[in-house]
């Protein structure tokens, strides 16, 4: 019998986080039926640590790739070792509130279209009008996918769903792999396509307690205008999906994007002058050059 309740856990070389982690997931109210933890071949005691709570679980699988995935290589292959019906992917680092994967599996249960179900999250790192860091969403507990998509993904450069979810295992049966083109946010890409297809659950409690620990991905001193070019492609792409069809809505939406990503980086790129990041500026003033229209003036403006 397929066990109901899979937690996969994507890690590498983060072994003092992964302890903290595996801590709050051997504490949940709801434990998985099964855990996958998934190294990317770590080069610290990741394998170690994994050891250390190998008995506080049902199941507890370790894994190690034979050769470094990156993302999202490592979570497909984690995904793919999943067994259960709902399979929650979580992240080295971040802490878990303990009822996590107990109020995940109701909300699916509870609204059984849902492709995935999210939640709101602590330790943002700028204090927020709910306080603390704490981030929730004006979101329903189900949203037709189509209308999240239109009200909380269209012309958006961020996405409102981190990439911590628990999604239903047909789903992603219909959708994977995460694409690798899209790198370490392919999981948004994700999530939008699957709106094409399935509602959302969401869950108005901060249940995420937040990783800040430094990262490539998270480097201060330069704007990643590369990251930029790829949540320009993720939308094009997914208003090509989403309207399939309607030409005439794809023509509308992709020039709303546009429009609005010509807002966004010119703004970017004044903040580029403010910090005198020449490199940064040039970088981004070749972004601008692709939009459609290009965004000429800029470059004129900073000559």
Same mark, same amino acid.
């Given at each position: 019998m397929r066990p109901k309740l899979s937690a996969c856990l994507t890690t590498f070389n983060r072994a003092s986080l992964l302890d903290r982690t595996l801590a709050t997931l051997a504490e949940q109210t709801r434990l998985p039926d099964e855990l996958i933890v998934s190294d990317d071949c770590s080069s610290d005691r990741t394998a170690e640590i994994a050891a250390k709570w190998s008995g506080a679980f049902k199941q507890f699988v370790y894994r %190690?790739?034979? %050769? #470094? $995935? =990156?993302?999202?290589? =490592?979570?497909?292959?984690? @995904?793919?070792?999943? #067994? /259960?019906? *709902? @399979?929650? =992917? $979580?992240?080295?680092g971040d802490c878990y509130a303990p009822s996590l994967l107990e109020e995940w599996e109701r909300a699916l249960d509870a609204h059984p279209t849902a492709g995935f179900v999210f939640c709101g999250l602590a330790g943002w790192p700028v204090r927020t009008r709910h306080g603390g860091g704490i981030v929730l969403f004006d979101?329903?507990? !189900? #949203?037709?996918?189509? #209308? !999240?998509?239109?009200?909380?993904?269209?012309? %958006? &450069?961020?996405? @409102? &769903?981190?990439g911590t979810v628990?999604? %239903?295992?047909?789903? *992603?049966?219909? $959708?994977?792999?995460?694409?690798?083109?899209? /790198? !370490?946010?392919?999981?948004?890409?994700?999530?939008?396509r699957m709106c094409a297809g399935h509602d959302v659950a969401y869950v108005g409690k901060p249940l995420i307690q937040l990783d800040h620990s430094p990262s490539p991905e998270r480097a201060p001193e330069k704007y990643n205008w590369r990251h930029l070019e790829t949540v320009r492609r993720i939308q094009q792409t997914n208003i090509d999906r989403m309207f399939a069809g309607d030409p005439k809505r794809i023509v509308h939406e992709r020039r709303r994007l546009e429009r609005m990503m010509q807002r966004y980086v010119a703004a970017r790129l004044l903040g580029r002058v403010r910090h005198g990041d020449r490199n940064g500026l040039r970088e981004? $003033?070749?972004f601008a050059s692709r939009l459609e229209p290009p965004l000429r003036w800029i470059g004129h403006a900073f000559a």
């Amino acid at each position: 019998m397929r066990p109901k309740l899979s937690a996969c856990l994507t890690t590498f070389n983060r072994a003092s986080l992964l302890d903290r982690t595996l801590a709050t997931l051997a504490e949940q109210t709801r434990l998985p039926d099964e855990l996958i933890v998934s190294d990317d071949c770590s080069s610290d005691r990741t394998a170690e640590i994994a050891a250390k709570w190998s008995g506080a679980f049902k199941q507890f699988v370790y894994r %190690r790739n034979e %050769r #470094t $995935l =990156n993302m999202p290589g =490592n979570l497909n292959a984690a @995904i793919g070792a999943c #067994t /259960g019906e *709902y @399979i929650a =992917n $979580l992240h080295d680092g971040d802490c878990y509130a303990p009822s996590l994967l107990e109020e995940w599996e109701r909300a699916l249960d509870a609204h059984p279209t849902a492709g995935f179900v999210f939640c709101g999250l602590a330790g943002w790192p700028v204090r927020t009008r709910h306080g603390g860091g704490i981030v929730l969403f004006d979101v329903a507990p !189900f #949203t037709p996918g189509r #209308t !999240f998509f239109e009200q909380h993904f269209l012309g %958006r &450069v961020g996405s @409102i &769903v981190w990439g911590t979810v628990m999604a %239903r295992r047909s789903a *992603y049966e219909m $959708l994977l792999p995460f694409d690798p083109a899209f /790198g !370490f946010v392919s999981d948004v890409d994700m999530w939008m396509r699957m709106c094409a297809g399935h509602d959302v659950a969401y869950v108005g409690k901060p249940l995420i307690q937040l990783d800040h620990s430094p990262s490539p991905e998270r480097a201060p001193e330069k704007y990643n205008w590369r990251h930029l070019e790829t949540v320009r492609r993720i939308q094009q792409t997914n208003i090509d999906r989403m309207f399939a069809g309607d030409p005439k809505r794809i023509v509308h939406e992709r020039r709303r994007l546009e429009r609005m990503m010509q807002r966004y980086v010119a703004a970017r790129l004044l903040g580029r002058v403010r910090h005198g990041d020449r490199n940064g500026l040039r970088e981004g $003033l070749e972004f601008a050059s692709r939009l459609e229209p290009p965004l000429r003036w800029i470059g004129h403006a900073f000559a």
